[in-house]
């Protein structure tokens, strides 16, 4: 059974920071090469990436929050972080872990955590 649990969300003041966490587990996951990453989805609006890392350490980020956020993987626990830093009110989203077995292709994703930058 395939599951992604999502932590980390919560409100925060412009310029603070917050660290979401994303675990994946399941057999396959042992099997196929991984991309993790995190997408958002603000109210009346599309869901967009915000940031990936690929199997091979490749890393991909949305040009809203380069220099700003940081996206990172630990491999032994199958877990995804974003540390976001210098958050803005626009950065408020329902913020989904994404996982994708690179070589099929499949797209898994986890229930979304609500992030709110507001003061």
């Known amino acids: 059974q395939v599951q992604l649990v999502e932590s980390g969300g919560g409100l925060v003041q412009p310029g603070g920071s917050l660290r979401l966490s994303c675990a994946a587990s399941?057999?396959?996951?042992?099997?196929?090469?991984?991309?993790m990453g995190w997408y958002r989805q603000a109210p009346g609006k599309e869901r967009e990436l915000v940031a990936v890392?690929?199997?091979?350490?490749?890393?991909n980020y949305a040009d809203s929050v380069k220099g700003r956020f940081t996206i990172s993987r630990d491999n032994a626990k199958n877990t995804v972080y974003l540390q976001m830093n210098s958050q803005k009110p626009e950065d408020t989203a329902v913020y989904y872990c994404?996982?994708?077995?690179?070589?099929?292709?499949?797209?898994?994703w986890g229930q979304g955590t609500q992030v709110t930058v507001s003061s």
């Open positions: 399941g057999s396959i996951f042992s099997i196929y090469a991984m991309g």
């Open positions: 890392i690929t199997s091979g350490g490749n890393l």
């Open positions: 994404n996982v994708r077995l690179e070589t099929l292709p499949k797209d898994y």
